[in-house]
């Protein structure tokens, strides 16, 4: 079993807000995203906070080039580059969400190619979008999944949550968190021993240590993240009360330690240099397992200087010779791969490293995706890695350090040795084992061989549970058009059923639009009044407007229309 200690699984819908927007626009432009798609993406994200909504490819595209036209000095930008741009009928056109994917797909890719300039590897428009589309999923088991799929069926992720707290929209703001807390849980259940979840915290949230604290003690999270530059320093008495308590429960700390990445102010990025742990790594917190994501950035490995005394690399270097439980990880490590000769530095200090016996399980192995999709798949990453290094040092960093940092039972090989699973992980079997008889899938098996209990997989998918309102919904409604066959299938079966394969849809009838799909929509709605109350950003009006556009169309399935129902209702259990 390899374990990736460093990805993310959470969805647009649990972490955005106006902060986040404005955070993850940022972001884009340190990755040399071009400005006018910045702001056209930043624009699409903006109208999503204020009517939520979970869009396809096609979707996205179309509202993105629809975005695109609308930002200040677009006009400008055609006129310059009339020639490179030969889709300037298409975005300046209506209708855009009826043209064809590919149409739509290389209109983008004209614009794009004309915005940035060829040899820049960053920025890509379709990794970008494909990293929103990754985002933009209803739940954050089928995010999990995404990554999932691109590994070994005994491979694991470390979940790290995130929190980009949002001070003047406080309760959309703990809403959203709260709906990432239990969306993180369920794919842990949906996906056992596959998923292994890490609590962010934020100390500017009031409620951060209880919240915290009961995730942990439930089993449910193996351990904490923090993301320094987001506003907060380390050395806090806030912080400090986490740090006696994982010390205390036994929990491994991750934190954000790179130049780059999110934050909330330039300033802010120093508050993640690792020179501040000094003083919080000593006397009764000495032994905290804490673990500096991104090793300080990729050039600690990729430049002659990266590992020098002062710097942030160097600084972590020596932490984990110093410190008995002080660890690294290689997440987003990429820029290297454009540089032979820095590739090659990387790599051959990489191997030079893993030959310290004390460092052999120190340094992990991290992808950072999903954002990693803004460059690369997980697939990729995971290929590079191993590519590059022998067989022996990949296991290093990929089976024997993670499991160490997470606390698995270890035998010998040079480092600390526990015959059984340390604190954080027995929770979290514990956890696993209370809810035996409902996960989504088998566990892998490590969690068998340790917990020693009879799994059954009767989970139903956290986008399609009988328990939820939106499900509900549109299966009954549904149910009164399926044929005898569908019907046979069960709820179940009913999940993929697509709109257009239900025989209500006729476009020939002359009542198809104006009366059957208005009055599927009407009768949609009320039905979900009934359990909850509109989302910001909807009414009766526009979501009967945008359910009648979805049955005309027919070509959600039965599933993404629960989501979408999810997104214009706030119900007391959200699809998450």
Known sequence: MHINVHTHIFTLRTVLSREAVRVMAQR???????????????RVLERLLDRPEVLNEQELLARLLGELRQVSGFDRFVQDNLSRVPFNVVIRGDALERLPLETLRSALDQLTSAMAPEDDPRGRPFDIVATLRLAMKGTITEVADELLDQLEPEDAIV???????????????LRN??????????AALQRPGRVLPFFAVHPGRPEHFALMREGIESGAFLGVKLYPSLGYEIGSPELRRVYAFCIEADVPVLLHCSHGGFYRDKSFVDYCDPRNWDEVLAGELENLRVCFAHFGGWDSLGTPGGLAEGTWGGTILRLMRERPAVYTDLAFHTDQIHDPAAEDHYFRTLAGLLDED??????????????????????????????????VDFRKIAVRGPRSFLGFPEEGGGGETTPKPRAN???????????????????TAWVQQLTGVTFEAEREPADWRRQSVPARAIYALAREYMSGSQRNGGYAAGRDLRLRDLRYWDPRDPNFEGQTCLGLARDLVGACEDHGDYAHGWDRNRAIERLHEVFRQGE????????????????????V
């Open 425 to 443: 992980l027995q929770r979290h079997l514990d956890f696993l084992t209370r809810h035996a008889s409902q996960v989504g899938a088998y566990p």
């Open 177 to 186: 968190f709260r709906l990432q807390i239990e969306g993180t849980r369920e």
């Open 556 to 575: 959600k399935t039965l599933v993404k229309v629960a989501g979408l129902l999810d997104m214009i209702f706030h119900f007391d259990r959200a699809m």
């Open 358 to 391: 004390r460092l052999s399980r120190r340094i992990l192995f991290g992808s950072d995706s999903w954002l990693l999709r803004m460059e690369m798949t997980e697939a990729l990453f995971w290929r590079y890695f191993r590519e590059k290094m022998s067989e």
């Open 28 to 42: 884009l432009t340190d990755r040399g995203v071009p400005d006018l798609l910045v702001r056209a993406l930043a």
């Open 159 to 173: 979940a790290l949550m995130m929190d980009i707290r949002a001070e003047d929209e406080p309760e959309r703001d």
